[in-house]
């Protein structure tokens, strides 16, 4: 009777720990490289806490025309924080998986203009997310596809 | 029941050591050379030209404005029995309305949709003496124009795109509670092959079908849009509407001088306004080329705020009998007569709209 | 109309009535933490983490103070070194930033310095005007993050820095 209750709550310990890691997987499917459909930048989805973060790692133009130094957050609404480097910056923040291939709770920055908007993460498919910037309710938002970027496939 | 403790204790760590290590960021941090030669996860994703041109003022989602014009004569020219007359217009002026939405929103489509309201109300010097049909009916019902519009964007590859827009609806001097008929519906179309070498610059060429000049016309349309390197200075243009040129003190305020070509052809219901047959089927030719000053800037969020000022030079103010409202094309070369052949004065006029902006 | 307005004048003169018993008193206070992650590092910013447990009657040194007594917590100053342990010098570093997480409260930025120029320590960063970190502090624990922005090369050891947060805080007292 002992070695039942022990096998019977093993197993129930088991699947809930297996279940608990089940949806973490699914959550972080989000983590990875990923292109915006303009294609001016490359960004890395990480965990934090629970939370999911984006950074840009890559601009197809580093450096700033005018300055000509690498491109800093010049319109940053917080004029002491304009000297942070755009390459590093986390443009998607606080991102918490939430239903069934979706993230949300989150906001997206536009360096562009220093606007920081709310934000829906779906995943459409596996290599695929539509990224859904909005101000209050969604239905007055902007979507951008993004798409998941590899090393290349070594080819002869 | 010590060994069923110890399992469910050491099952417990290792599920914590499990999720301790997913709690913190991975610290195996990039080597930036190793974005430069990544490639799509999914095989055959093309790259498309986005719609957006760094630097170019904001997208308008909603606007909700007033338009105000100061004092011009009118000069209205005799129709049927009725004399011509000269009358003082104190103002004229009106509520404007416009929504564009996006419908669909994807890297390889966009279409908006739109409505829009816009109310004119004209304001005479002595309203009671006026005799001219023309004059009574501006007097008496002012001009409503109700339109839709979509506007769809279709980028072909990383540089090249089609723009389409498509607008119709109803301008006259009905009432928002009796409007006029559907057959006197006008709509104009524009359609537009672009290119987009860079972030910063969009230009294209195309045709359109268009009512701005008053009366029907077929006329090429050019849209460019140009931000300098340093973002400084840009052109916004979609010839022959609108064209810009633009100074950004920052990308939250911006301030443009440019032109605004406005126009409708407008038919007049004979509201209240005893008009003899066969004279009830005429639209005014309506077409305003507005120099101006415009100054736009962010209120707080996504709510931007938009003033213009200029002079507002009268195009057209003719009259044309389009009989059961079919319409027709005179171009440049055509030599149908016009009903009336009217003269405006030109005044100066301002624009003040709250609006909210595409993210 | 005049219905309408006894309510509104009664409750603003209840909410005078709160305000003067209560007052807000300004202190200071430095937070000392060690941030730390272990290699190895590469190119581009990389991250180092320092948890900290609320404890607003330690930090601000007031007995019986609450989470809910902070009403606000501005930054006076934000200064960063590295550990002396540690084989890594400033040269390595193009600029290093500052934020905190915690609670429901979206990541916020609180200072940078970009570039680094120089060697000499501890480094003086610019700090956000607009973060308030009062926020943060009503979570039980919050979790600094410093982004060193490594020039190149990797670095494969534990790498340390001590973080001073200098902090200027609104406090309620009865």
């Not at chain 1, 590093?88 to 709770?105: H, N, P, Q, S, V």
């Not at chain 2, 941090?29 to 999914?42: G, H, K, P, R, V």
Request: charged fraction near 25%; hydrophobic fraction near 35%.
């Amino acid at each position: 009777m002992k070695n039942m209750m022990r096998s019977f709550l093993t197993v129930v310990l088991i699947s809930f720990t297996s279940l608990i890691m089940a949806q973490d997987g699914e959550a972080d499917r989000l983590v990875g490289v990923w292109e915006p459909s303009h294609g001016k930048a490359k960004v890395k989805i990480e965990k934090i806490n629970d939370k999911y973060y984006g950074k840009i790692v890559w601009l197809r133009e580093p450096i700033d025309p005018e300055t000509e130094k690498p491109k800093v957050d010049k319109n940053n609404p917080d004029e002491k924080m304009r000297s942070t480097p755009l390459r590093g910056y986390r443009i998607l923040k606080d991102f918490e998986y939430t239903d069934k291939d979706t993230w949300t709770e989150g906001t997206i920055y536009d360096p562009e203009n220093g606007n920081t908007y709310n934000c829906t993460i779906k995943m459409t498919d596996e290599n695929t997310l539509d990224i859904r910037g909005y101000i209050g309710i969604s239905t007055f938002g902007r979507s951008d596809v993004w798409k998941r970027l590899k090393i290349p496939s070594r080819k002869k | 029941m010590k060994r069923l403790l110890s399992i469910t204790f050491s099952l417990l760590m290792v599920s914590s050591y499990v999720f301790g290590q997913t709690d913190t960021t991975s610290t195996e941090e990039e080597d930036y050379s190793i974005y430069d030669n990544l490639e799509f996860a999914d095989e055959g994703t093309k790259r498309f030209a986005s719609v957006k041109v760094s630097g170019k003022s904001p997208d308008k989602l909603i606007s909700v404005g007033y338009d105000w014009q100061g004092a011009y004569d009118s000069d209205a020219a005799a129709l049927g029995l009725s004399p011509a007359e000269n009358a003082d217009i104190t103002a004229t002026h009106g509520f404007r309305f416009e929504t564009n939405v996006p419908v669909i929103s994807k890297n390889n489509i966009i279409i908006q949709a739109g409505l829009l309201y816009w109310n004119t109300i004209y304001e005479f010097e002595n309203e009671n003496q006026l005799v001219n049909p023309l004059h009574r009916t501006l007097a008496d019902n002012g001009l409503n124009t109700i339109e839709l519009s979509s506007t769809i964007y279709k980028p072909l590859n990383e540089t090249s795109f089609l723009l389409f827009q498509l607008r119709g609806g109803m301008s006259g001097d009905y009432s928002m509670e009796e409007l006029q008929n559907t057959k006197y519906n006008r709509y104009a179309l524009a359609a537009i092959w672009g290119k987009k070498p860079n972030d910063r610059k969009q230009w294209g060429l195309g045709l359109s079908r268009t009512y701005r000049a008053g009366e029907l016309n077929y006329i090429p349309v050019v849209l460019y849009n140009w931000t300098s390197v340093d973002r400084k200075w840009g052109v916004e243009t979609v010839f022959p509407a609108r064209g810009d040129v633009r100074y950004n003190f920052n990308p939250r305020s911006m301030l443009f001088f440019g032109f605004d070509l406005e126009g409708n052809s407008y038919r007049i219901g004979n509201q209240g306004t005893a008009l003899a047959e066969p004279l009830n089927d005429l639209e005014i030719r309506r077409s305003e080329l507005r120099f101006r000053f415009r100054y736009e800037r962010q209120l707080t969020g996504f709510i931007w705020i938009s003033a213009k000022v200029g002079y507002r030079y009268n195009y057209s103010f003719n009259v044309d009998q389009v009989a059961d409202g079919e319409d027709f094309f005179r171009g440049f070369f055509g030599d149908q007569e016009y009903a009336m052949e009217n003269e405006l004065t030109n005044p100066l006029f301002f624009n003040f709209s709250i609006n909210l902006v595409s993210p | 109309m005049r219905k309408m307005r006894l309510p509104f004048i009664l409750s603003f003169i209840m909410l005078l009535g709160l305000f003067s018993c209560t007052s807000t008193e300004q202190k200071e206070a430095t937070l000392q933490l060690k941030a730390t992650a272990q290699g190895p590092f590469f190119a581009g910013p990389n991250s180092l983490m320092a948890e900290y447990s609320i404890n607003p009657a330690d930090l601000f040194d007031s007995e019986g103070l609450k989470k809910s007594d902070i009403e606000e917590v501005k930054l006076k100053s934000v200064s960063i070194d590295l550990a002396k342990s540690d084989s890594i010098a400033l040269d390595q570093f193009t600029s290093v930033s500052l934020s905190i997480v915690g609670g429901d409260e979206p990541m916020t930025a609180l200072a940078i310095l970009n570039p680094i120029e120089g060697s000499n320590t501890p480094l003086t960063l610019t700090v956000s005007e607009e973060a308030d970190l009062a926020p943060f502090f009503q979570a039980d624990k919050v979790t600094f993050i410093l982004d060193w922005d490594f020039i190149s090369d990797d670095y494969r050891e534990e790498m340390n820095s001590q973080i001073t947060l200098n902090l200027n805080a609104a406090l309620k007292s009865n």
